[in-house]
Each structure stands twice: as structure tokens, then as C-alpha cells.
């Protein structure tokens, strides 16, 4: 099963951001047929610095050229049965680690089409392509209710998302039905104490009053526990402190708060709320560099997923780093943050090396490809974060029920325990 042909085109984000979309021709050469296979890169908004580069210098045009000069004459006639030698390939081409040639857009693009065609090839779906034929584990949905920082243009509060994940719901459909009603039921909670609220909602769909972060955390504490009640799910509350938005060098700054907070500060505050709010996800609590706080935290609530996205951005080495220090219990995946999903595969297994879980994430510019919810399922991922409201959303969460359905009995949804 032969790439017979490959070329790029610029589509957009959600948040109307530009990215690249990669299409393929395959050709068996036994039966002469032909299919065809199509992929696109997400955007980044608060980008780790350790990520790839998204685009080579000279932007999306230089990322295009870098494409047909350099990448899609390499790639034909690859085999896409083996879409690891297509990774291999762009590894080849561009030769530097932060895919600084071609850019990190077009490599992601690139990985993720030759694993679509490869599926394709073999009549197989991408999550079994991916994780093998007995990979029939479904993730958790964790998704953003109330959204501030950078998604919000800093108009809501400093934390970037406040999120809910249910713990030990039956199946995947309850699962996501659980968080929309979440979502849904927010509202009236939000209008009484922002009365001029007109229901605006962030780039990654979350609702983004002008409230503080406490306040946030109090609304969905009492809707999760009535929606909870109703529907017999118990409902965990997170955050994603997006932290490395809110450093300036020397302290946190948050902003519509009026306060700073230094490292030591920064910790007690994060103690305080995971003890108020009984947190189960606490995402970025420090900048990228400051493994060492991580670790602080994570040695005063290791029964808590204390999870690095900017620390790690999907790098073994640094996951690899963090895992001899006990920084975290959890790692955020995003393979456009490492370029290939062969490099994804070598951080979820170093991850797994350390015990820590894998949650599988979208990004704040995000594209209608169901791609991710077959990612999580083949690497066998604890959580899928990826939002809860908005077309490119809800089309990863529609994508997991119907795997669920299509795995029927066999299916298995992750639990998880409070200690
Ligand atoms: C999804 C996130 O944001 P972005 O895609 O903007 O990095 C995140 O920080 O987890
Ligand atoms: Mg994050």
C-alpha cells in the first residue's frame, strides 16, 4: 500500500488560526485500488517553549514550500502499513529535534495522515490501527465548564480552565452527557453572580464570566454534585493553571485578581485549593522550568492527578526528567507539542516507565478531526481532555461514543478511584 501522491493545503482552526491540512493518494498495487486519506494540525495557544517549532520561519507559506520540497518526494511511495517509517522519513528530512526545517504543523499533519491511510489500507479503525486489536479501553472525558487566562484573552479569571471529569460513569455515552449537563446547568449559576453576563464562551467553548477563580470553583462544585446526584456519577473538579501564562520571572501574577503570588506562595495557594475543592486534576500548577515545586506538590497529594502539559509538552526526556524527580502522576499528550506519533508513542511509553497517567489532550485552536478520541483509545490513555461545547469538540467526544458502541460489550470505560 503505496503513497502515490501527497500534497498540503491551508485550512483554519476553530479560533481562525491558519494550519495545514495533508492529503493522500494510496495505491495497493495487488488490486490497482486507490483511497484516499486526510489530516490536519491543531494550534496552540499557550504553547509550552519546549514544544517544536508550529511553523519554519517564513510562516505557513514556508511550512507549504518546505512540504512539497522537501517532504512529499521523500514520502512517495512509502509503504503506510508501516506509518512509522513515514515518521521516520520526516525525522530524516528535517534533522533537527524541534523540526525547525519543516515545521512541527506540517510534520503532526504529515504523521497523523500516514497513520489515517495506513488504517484505511487495512479496513481497520485508527484506534485499533494504533493500539493493536485488543485495545478496547475508553478515556475518561475531562472538558473546561468555565475558561479564563489566555483562552479568554484574559476578560475571565486568571486560571485558564476550570474543568469536570466523572470518575466511575457506566459508559462513555453517560460519560460525555454527564459534562454536557454540566456545561448546560452552569449558566444560572454564573448570572447570579455576574449579572451582566451576556453567555460569551471562550476559544475552547467554556463559558467566561468576570468572576474569580474561587467563585468559579464554587459554582461547579455545587452543580457537579447536584448533576452527580441525579445521575449516580461521582464528579471530580480540576484545573489547568496554565502557569507558565501567569510567571513573570519572579512571581505569578494574577491579574483581575490584583495579585502576585510567589513560588512558595503560588504552592500553598494550589495546597488550598485541592484541599477546599477536593481537586482530582491539577494541570500547570507551576511554570515549565520549576519541576521542583512539582515534585512538592505531588509528594503532599499523590492520590491526585498532578499532571504536566508546558513541563513536559509530550518530550520523553522531560517526562523522563520529571518522572525521577515524582514531579507528576500525570502527563498531558499532544502530538503536535513532539511532531510525530512515533515520538508520542516513545513519551506515553516513557510516562507509563514512571507510572504516571496519560491524558490525551486537544488544543485551544482546534480543527473538526475526530482524530484524537482514536489516539486515546489506542494508547490506551486514562483521560481525553477535549473540551466539552463547540463543533470541534463535540465531533472527538461523538467520535468516542460511537467507538464505544462499535466495541458493544467489549468495551471498557476507565474508572477512577478516589483514595
Ligand atoms: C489546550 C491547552 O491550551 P493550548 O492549546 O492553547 O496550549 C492547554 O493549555 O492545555
Ligand atoms: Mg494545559
Known sequence: ????????????????DVTVEVELTVEDVATGDILVARAAAPAGASRGAHEVLYFPEGGVDAAMAAFEKLVAPEIVGLDVTEPYTVDGKLEEVDGTPRFERIGGAVAIATSF????????????????????????????????????GKHSRRLGPDIQ?????????????????????????????ILKVDTTFTGGKNDEGA???????VT?????????????????????????????????????????????????EQLDFVSKLVEEFDLVYVEDPFHEEDFQSFAELTERFKDRLIVGDDLFVTNPERIKQGGKMKAATGVIIKPDQIG??????????????????????????????????HIAVGLGAEVIKTGIMGGERTTKLNELIRIGEYLGKWAKISQIRRL
Open 1 to 16: 500500500m503505496q503513497i502515490q501522491d501527497a500534497w498540503i493545503r491551508k485550512i483554519f482552526t476553530g479560533r481562525g
Open 113 to 148: 495522515v500516514a497513520a489515517e491511510a495506513g488504517a484505511a489500507a487495512l479496513g481497520v479503525p485508527l484506534y485499533a490501527f494504533l493500539g493493536g486489536a485488543y485495545a478496547r479501553k475508553l478515556p475518561l472525558p475531562l472538558g473546561n465548564v468555565i475558561g479564563g
Open 161 to 189: 480552565e476550570f474543568l469536570v471529569i466523572p470518575l466511575n460513569p457506566p459508559d462513555v455515552y453517560t460519560a460525555v452527557y454527564t459534562n454536557v449537563e454540566i456545561h448546560k446547568r452552569v449558566l444560572k449559576h
Open 207 to 213: 463559558w467566561t464570566p468576570r468572576i474569580s477563580s
Open 216 to 264: 468559579a470553583l464554587r459554582i461547579l462544585k455545587e452543580v457537579a454534585g447536584e448533576v452527580g446526584r441525579e445521575l449516580g456519577v461521582e464528579i471530580g473538579l480540576g484545573v489547568d493553571m496554565a502557569s507558565s501564562s501567569l510567571w513573570n520571572g519572579e512571581k505569578y501574577v494574577y491579574k483581575n485578581e490584583g495579585v502576585e503570588r510567589s513560588p512558595r
Open 340 to 373: 510525530t506519533l512515533l515520538r508520542t508513542h516513545q513519551a506515553v511509553s516513557t510516562a507509563r516507565d514512571f507510572g504516571m497517567r496519560i491524558i490525551v489532550s486537544h488544543r485551544s485552536g482546534d480543527t473538526e478531526y475526530r482524530t484524537l478520541a
